[in-house]
């Protein structure tokens, strides 16, 4: 027997999970009072009012306040990122060229990770990983479940763009010390990927030989992948708005702190955007200070798509808690109903994976957190989570 039928035996011989709350929010159908959930080989088997899902013997129960699925931070550096701070521990970035679409974030993450698991804690089931903000093209990201575990969702899920202020004098002579380079930069390379794409094409001695940089912002131009552009001001909004309809390429806004100056153009575009990280301190003379705690109201009241991303700090522990961050939002006008699905099924619909997560629905992952309370309420506690059906974690955090 191999090792791998021998662990899909234990997986499927694993117990099933009886969820049982005083509330359930599915995302998807609304809230089920005194509802339960039943899980069985890593799915959701059954959902509904707790007189009406019947399990079968030898399940384990759990009867916590409150019912909702796995939290999903839809931009970290979490398992690129450590909690050390020491070189040893940082993959999130690297340095030696402003232009790398060839870097994966595969290569580097870290699944047993402690930030991993610390996020984790707290509810977040499902990450979007890779390189930090910072050069104008920066590789592509990583869609997984933070189950160590885990076969990724997608392994090349976005590629990294940043436009603003990170890039400028970055990258020395080989870089940009303006926007206009650093725009002028991405552009380059989309132009330069769209003569590779033709010449690809041709036949012997003529055909370009492989360049895999090229080859990831040629699946870019091709509808293959998407953009993840990093920018905060509106005016660098803007400039991703324009290179983004000259090159015919599909982007996510990531950052947006002046987003709330630019619903109705970005509602026009149907871009998304990933808001955060909504407590960034906002210093006098950086990109953010225009930073608004209604933005993601704003945004979504104007039509505009957003989640939210807990983002890349250069100081410890580098990534932020997502959950906590979006519950500011929720009080400064976007709401429970509306927060709680920008961090479930809005985001899992952004990122391209309702099908799998995000709400609790038959037949999907079961990627499940169960708190003492209200889950935006600072004084409640994660104390189950499941990620794909397995428990992560029983301490109430």
């Not at 804690?121 to 575990?149: E, K, W």
């Not at 660098?236 to 708005?241: G, M, N, Q, V």
């Not at 890349?312 to 500011?328: H, M, N, S, T």
Request: glycine content about 10%.
């Amino acid at each position: 027997m191999s090792v791998l039928t021998l662990l899909t035996g234990l997986a499927m011989a694993a117990p099933p999970l009886l969820l049982k709350a005083d509330t359930v929010y599915t995302v998807s159908g609304g809230i089920i009072q005194d509802g339960a959930v039943l899980v069985m080989d890593g799915r959701i088997e059954s959902v509904g009012p707790a007189t009406e899902v019947v399990a079968p013997a030898g399940t384990r129960v759990f009867e916590p306040a409150v019912r909702m699925p796995g939290v999903i931070d839809t931009w970290t550096t979490a398992g690129l990122t450590g909690p050390m701070n020491h070189a040893e521990d940082q993959d999130h970035a690297e340095s030696r060229s402003p232009v790398q679409p060839e870097l994966r974030a595969l290569d580097a993450y870290h699944p047993h990770d402690a930030l991993v698991a610390w996020i984790r804690g707290f509810g977040v089931t499902t990450i979007n990983t890779g390189p930090s903000p910072g050069q104008p093209v920066s590789g592509r990201t990583l869609l997984r479940s933070t189950a160590p575990d885990a076969v990724p969702l997608v392994e090349d899920a976005f590629v990294v763009f940043t436009l603003g202020e990170r890039p400028k004098g970055r990258f020395g002579g080989d870089g940009a010390s303006s926007r206009m380079g650093s725009a002028a930069l991405v552009r380059q390379a989309l132009a330069d990927a769209r003569d590779y794409q033709e010449r690809r094409r041709l036949r012997g001695a003529d055909r370009a030989p492989q360049d895999l940089g090229m080859d990831a912002l040629v699946e870019l131009l091709e509808g293959e992948r998407r953009a993840l552009v990093h920018a905060h001001r509106a005016h660098d909004i803007r400039t991703a708005l324009r290179i983004a309809n000259e090159f015919g390429i599909d982007i996510v806004i990531a950052g947006a702190a002046e987003g709330w100056l630019m619903t109705d153009e970005l509602a026009a575009a149907d871009v998304p955007v990933l808001v955060g990280p909504v407590m960034a301190r906002s210093w006098r003379a950086g990109e953010q200070r225009n930073s608004n705690f209604e933005n993601a109201a704003r945004l979504a009241d104007s039509g505009v798509s957003i989640a939210f991303m807990g983002g890349y700090e250069g100081y410890v522990p580098k990534v932020r808690v997502v959950l906590w961050e979006a519950a500011i939002a929720g009080a400064n006008g976007l709401g429970p109903e509306r927060t709680l699905r920008a961090l479930t099924l809005g985001a899992a619909e952004i990122m391209g994976v309702a099908d799998r997560t995000g709400s609790i629905d038959i037949g999907k992952d079961a990627d499940l957190v169960l708190y003492d309370g209200d889950p935006l309420e600072y004084a409640s506690h994660a104390c189950l989570v499941l990620a794909r059906g397995a428990i992560m974690s029983q301490t109430c955090r």
